[in-house]
């Protein structure tokens, strides 16, 4: 049967027709909101590529997540910058160090808020790469005891999912293992599974001044070509204990977030990164896009592929948003 019997336009009629049948219904339930913590206290500078986001002392990010937290954002995820910068990324692993220090802060708050943290050493190598390197070549094994020893810290500090996004082969074993020895059994791991080697991270590498400082992270991160590889990497990690995993970038993406959806029962994440939020930031202070039409757009689309979790530096925006909805 086709027109005039079928009209699809009769359910588009009215708000009231359309919320009824609407098939995603985005939620801030879903959203992660992402935080810089620095050395030092009372800092707060705006990254210049970033509008609106921070690097940010222990004591500005405790009160940057009461804010957060009192607008339905479930849970925030912490990345940080070192105080001094050296070959094997020390400060990563160490008690005392800004993500730490934020992760000890922030249960002592007892905000209602899960405490995720970036598993990485490129923010704190003085060469700027995600691993160990040896004669211009990053090293696989020898970084897994290091991003270990990392992600045992941020448990000891208190992190409630610790999240590796280095893309260094058998890290979420290695980290599995690590967190398990020393009773952290509970400590849940979200992979970066698909990480792919995106330009759409320019404006972060300002943010966490990661930039490599020779070559780049095409021996490590995935190629934007391929798809069926995404799959195995899920997989791997999976098989190595991951319980989330992610696919990020989102948007150049989402055919990958669809096909992890559709292939693995797990929770999916996806992260819309610090490239898609500045492209938007900037379109939309020309007047050239409708900045809230714009994210909630983008953020349904990604939870329309099969992510339920969103990593985006637009949630306090969007979390507004949808409660004025
Ligand atoms: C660290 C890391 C990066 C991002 C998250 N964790 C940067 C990179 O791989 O260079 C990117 C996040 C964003 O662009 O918003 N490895």
């Not at 598993?119 to 970084?143: A, F, R």
């Not at 990497?233 to 977030?257: F, N, Q, R, S, T």
């Amino acid at each position: 049967m086709t027109f005039p019997t079928q009209r699809p336009r009769r359910l588009r009629r009215t708000e009231a027709l359309r919320g009824f049948v609407r098939e995603t219904k985005l939620s801030t339930s879903g959203l992660v909101y992402p935080l810089f913590a620095c050395p030092g206290t009372n800092v707060r500078l705006e990254v210049g590529s970033m509008p609106g986001i921070y690097q940010q002392s222990v004591d500005n990010i405790v009160e940057e997540c009461r804010e957060v937290a009192g607008l339905g954002i479930p849970a925030v995820i912490l990345f940080g910058l070192p105080d001094k910068k050296d070959e094997i990324g020390s400060e990563a692993s160490a008690s005392d160090a800004a993500v730490q220090r934020a992760i000890e802060a922030l249960r002592k708050a007892k905000l209602d808020l899960l405490i995720l943290t970036d598993v990485c050493l490129c923010e704190y190598t003085s060469h700027g790469h995600c691993g160990i390197v040896k004669d211009g070549e990053v090293l696989n094994d020898p970084t897994l005891e290091r991003l270990a020893d990392s992600a045992l810290s941020h448990a000891r500090a208190g992190a409630d999912i610790v999240a590796p996004s280095d893309m260094m082969d058998g890290r979420v074993g290695a980290i599995r293992k690590k967190l398990d020895t020393h009773g952290f059994e509970n400590v849940a791991i979200l992979s970066y599974a698909a990480k792919y080697c995106s330009a759409f991270y320019g404006p972060f590498r300002e943010a966490a001044q990661s930039t490599p400082q020779f070559g780049d992270r095409r021996s490590y991160q995935m190629d934007p070509a391929n798809a069926r590889e995404a799959l195995r990497e899920v997989a791997l990690d999976l098989e190595e204990g991951a319980d989330i995993i992610m696919v990020k970038p989102a948007l150049p993406y989402l055919d990958i977030i669809q096909r992890v959806r559709e292939r693995f029962d797990v929770p999916v994440a996806a992260y819309n990164v610090s490239g898609e939020f500045a492209m938007v930031k900037a379109a939309a202070r020309n007047g050239w896009v409708d900045e809230k039409r714009v994210v909630l757009e983008i953020l349904t689309g990604i939870q329309r592929a099969g992510a339920q979790i969103i990593l985006t530096y637009h949630a306090k925006d969007a979390a507004r948003w949808l409660k004025a909805c």
